[in-house]
């Protein structure tokens, strides 16, 4: 799902919650906890005050990420994969 979709659903469902979101703190909360664990680390440790400058933020990384794939906003270690060393030709002194 991407972050547009994502916030279409967000404010589709917020509206059956609404006395839960009471306030701005609590929605942009809510929000940040419901994107993907990459973009949620990012973004929560910008600490966005409003809804509005969270889903700046997260569009921001996910279309950074859109744009140049091989720069993938930590994925592979926020999965704890580790990466691979290629092996280099043993050399022995002469």
């Keep these: 799902m991407t972050v547009e979709q994502y916030d279409a659903e967000f404010d589709m469902l917020s509206r059956f919650i609404a006395d839960v979101l009471k306030d701005e703190e609590a ?6 906890r419901g994107l ?16 509005a400058n ?18 993938a ?12 060393v290629e092996s280099q030709p043993d050399i022995t002194p002469q």
């Design 27 to 32: 929605r942009t909360e809510k929000f940040i």
């Design 36 to 51: 993907r664990l990459d973009l949620q680390v990012i973004v929560r440790a910008l600490r966005p005050t409003t809804h």
């Design 54 to 71: 969270a889903l700046r933020l997260a569009l921001d990384l996910s279309l950074h990420e859109r744009a140049d794939p091989s720069k």
């Design 73 to 84: 906003i930590g994925r592979r270690s926020a999965l704890g994969q580790k990466r691979k």
